[in-house]
Structure formats: C-alpha cells, structure tokens
C-alpha cells in the first residue's frame, strides 16, 4: 500500500466546528440560545408585577422572541450556524426551533398573565 493510500484509511476526514467563523456568528448563537431567553424570562416577570391586561411589557416581549427566530434564521443562513451537538445547522432545524421556540414563549407568556390574575 502507498503512503497516502494506507494515511486516507487510518485518518478520517474530519471537518472542524465551521460554526465558529466570525464574532457576529457568535454574538448571534448567544442571542438566540441564552441571552434572549433570559431577558424573556425577565420580562414575563414584568408581565406578572404589572397585572394588566396588556402593556408595553407585552410588546417587548413577543418584539423580543420574534427577533430571535429572525436571528436564529439569519445564524443558520449566513453565518453557519450550529446545533447545540456541534453539527452544521439545516432549515429544518430551524423550524424545529421556532416551533418549541413559539410553544415556549406562549407559555411562558400565558403564565405570566394567569399567575398575576390569581
């Protein structure tokens, strides 16, 4: 066997975490995947304290999550994005995202205004 014969079979082509390419990349991953979901956590606190109806607190709220389906979009479209495993982010993880993102935030969203009506 040749030299670079017998190197193909005892190394696997591994491609490197392409996900980390640009500081933009990453100010996006934690956006969407911590960040925004703390502030969304602050604000149903908001949503609670202030027991109205609706308020600007719900605008910020929904202004918030919708931003971060549309980052976590423009993360898998242009900034090759990642799944939480490492892998190359695809569409359909990213309509997996929003829809358990969208469930998650009505109801986080609904216990916030049912809670404060108690």
Known sequence: MSK???KSISEPNIAPNQGQ???IGLFA???WSLLGNLILFAL???IYKAQAIVS????VFWGLAFSMIIVRYFDIKYLKGVTFE???ATMEDWRKYVKYFLLFSV???LIAHVVSRT
């Open 4 to 6: 670079s014969k017998n």
């Open 21 to 23: 390419d640009s500081l």
């Open 44 to 46: 149903a606190m908001g």
């Open 86 to 88: 490492g892998l190359p």
């Open 107 to 109: 109801g986080l969203w």
């Open 56 to 59: 600007i607190i719900d605008i």
């Open 29 to 31: 991953r934690v956006f």
